[in-house]
Nanobody, 123 residues
Framework: QPQLVESGGGLVQPGGSLRLSCAAS????????VHWFRQAPGKEREGVSC????????DYSDSVKGRFTISRDSAKNTVYLQMNSLKSEDTAVYYC????????????????WGQGTQVTVSS
């Protein structure tokens, strides 16, 4: 059964770093578009970063561009989100999601979801 499991969240001070992992089982992650979304309390789920199937090209929201890096390790069937220079406004539950395509920024277009991992940026 296809499954995504996120890990790596936690509490970090402003300016700090975290690396989130999204491990897949039951399907080959590199054949899917993988998107990191986040949802803060009282706010809608928003797209953060996406990595394309195949060539692995990456895209970022304006709010994280230059601070976050998405990558994929096909051997481990895992996608990562390296988050640097974290700010309090990055506090949210982070979810990874996978879709066979086409490329989309809409959460409803994604078939498989992880359970989410909490990221809290606070001093």
């Amino acid at each position: 059964q296809p499954q995504l499991v996120e890990s790596g969240g936690g509490l970090v001070q402003p300016g700090g770093s975290l690396r989130l992992s999204c491990a897949a089982s039951g399907f080959t992650l590199s054949w899917y578009y993988v998107h990191w979304f986040r949802q803060a309390p009282g706010k809608e789920r928003e797209g953060v970063s996406c990595i394309s199937k195949g060539n692995g090209s990456a895209d970022y929201s304006d709010s994280v561009k230059g601070r976050f890096t998405i990558s994929r390790d096909s051997a481990k069937n895992t996608v990562y989100l390296q988050m640097n220079s974290l700010k309090s406004e990055d506090t949210a539950v982070y979810y990874c999601a996978a879709s066979p395509g086409p490329l989309s920024k809409e959460p409803n277009d994604y078939d498989y979801w992880g359970q989410g991992t909490q990221v809290t940026v606070s001093s």
